[in-house]
């Protein structure tokens, strides 16, 4: 009802306007910040249901996408009309722009943008859907120019703790995409829960994708559980269905399959994939269990290999995310299958037996034509020189990684984890894991900070992470994203060119575009609470 009310209200608001409208600004307000604007003196061109976009190159899906955002801020109206000539948005590709990047003209003859790649085209209109939503649809006459920072600029979802369906997966696409990211790292796997469907092993979401029960409260003194059964997971044709929508925004989904820790729900599935094959339940509680998959017996490569195997027919990524994090070694230590496969390899230690999982996945990833990425934590086994590291326990991981020469996306923990409190005070923000990152912190963040030119080459990127132990609903999941999502594309997207001075009055206006669109934010940046 609200969003059918906001929609109503945008779509008066463009009635109303007229194309000499007072309220439309010379100044544009976007976000993240585009490398160059030159606005003329005067002159203005004003997009309605009616005006046509020109499809010059084999763009049509960009420039559908565009018409599809458009129908649902002009409400009712007809969408606008894509077409093979003719006069209005012109879109068009030229190699001589940069791959993601883009240049728009708007002159008397209309808008001109030209991508250097159908992606390129993509963020030249998003940049024209935060102007035509927040200026009346006035777009001044004058000269755009923009390309992003980072190749990588991802946004990390957690469906595992809970479970959000395809129709929020979706939105949460919608909501990075309008922010120009095109990374959706989908965090599949975990011990309360696993979300994806797997042919060979039916019983993982049999078994292993509910839960007896949440635990309420916070989870570092859990005494109290809720009674109620919690589950879900998406079929591969959902996946597919998710993977197809993101790929339609120029976002590619990296799938992540925990291992070998973080595994106790395809434990409970399948017990042989412990050490001891004890039953266990799909765990009820957050945090760090003991119970992970036996590094020692050769059923579990089997697994791990077949799970792969569909998990890569699915998704056409590059990058494959396989976990490795916080994975307890207890019991290995007891465990004879292991200490075995220790001897053998005449390993020194567990975190050596790690170390050896971790790169011997890697070896079947690439045998398949694809590259692993994993958790800091695959440092501490011995990484291998081909492997990408995200780093989330600080930067240090990824500085050392990246020195010496492997790819590094940083997600420090303590910058990047917007399931983090916003305020100092809590008040107001409900229940939440802990920290505290509002967004003035993100914004003011060098990714690069304390990094050799060597190291600097190998970070390819940055990302956000949406942690969901205490997160419930979509609702939720957006005012925890928004508006600091906005904060961190400008590290991703806008890197060199964050402006202090500007920041606050372009947020003013990005806010009227959250509300056009219906999507939900927190109020704390706007009200000055940190
Ligand atoms: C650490 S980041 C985890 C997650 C938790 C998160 C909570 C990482 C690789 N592991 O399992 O959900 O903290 O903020």
Known sequence: MKRLFTLLVASLAVALATPTSEASARELHIVPAPTYIDLDSEGSYTVTPKTTIVVEDDAWNAADRFAEDMQ?????????????RGKGIKVRIDRFVPEEGYEMTINDEGILIIGGSEAGIYYGLQTLRQIIVTNNSVVPYGFIADEP???????????????FSVEDVKRFI????????????????DDQGWRIEIKRYPELTEKGSERKETLIG?????????????????????VKEVIAYAAERYITIIPEIEMPGHAQAALHALPWLGCEEQTVDVWTTWGVTPEVMCAGKETTYTFLENVLMEV???????????????????????????????????????????????????????????????????????????????????????????????????????LCYLNFYQTESREGEGLHIGGHIPFEMI???????????????????????????????????????????????????????????????????????????????APYYFEGRK
């Open 443 to 521: 914004y003011a963040w060098d990714p690069y900070e304390g990094m050799s030119d060597t190291a600097k080459r190998h970070i390819i990127g940055v990302q956000c992470n949406m942690w969901t132990e205490y997160i419930k609903n979509m609702e939720t999941i957006e005012t925890m994203l928004l508006p600091r999502l906005a904060a961190m594309s400008e590290v991703q997207w806008a890197c060199d060119r964050r402006d202090e001075s500007t920041i606050r009055e372009r947020m003013t206006t990005l806010r009227r575009f959250y509300e056009a669109n219906g999507w939900n934010y």
């Open 174 to 189: 919608d909501i990075i995409a309008a922010h120009k990211l095109n990374r959706l790292h989908w965090h599949l796997t």
């Open 72 to 84: 649902s801020y002009y409400g009712s109206k007809k969408p606008l009309r894509t077409a093979k």
């Open 149 to 163: 920072t980072f190749t990588y600029r991802g946004a990390h979802l957690d469906v595992s703790r809970h479970f």
């Open 218 to 238: 916070h989870g570092l003194t859990p005494t109290e559980w809720d009674g109620t059964p919690y589950g879900g997971y998406y079929t591969q044709e959902q």
């Open 312 to 414: 890569m027919e699915l998704f056409p990524s590059e990058l494959i995310h396989i976990g490795g994090d916080e994975c307890p070694k207890d019991r290995w230590k007891e465990c004879d299958h292991c200490q075995a496969k220790m001897k053998e390899l005449g390993l020194e230690n567990e975190e050596q037996l790690q170390g050896y999982l971790v790169a011997r996945i890697e070896k079947f990833l690439n045998a398949n034509g694809r590259k692993m990425i994993g958790w800091d934590e695959i440092l501490d086994g011995g990484v291998t020189p081909t492997a990408t590291v995200m780093s989330w326990r600080g930067t240090e991981g990824g500085i050392y990684a990246a020195e010496r020469g492997n790819d590094v996306v940083m997600t420090p923990m303590k």
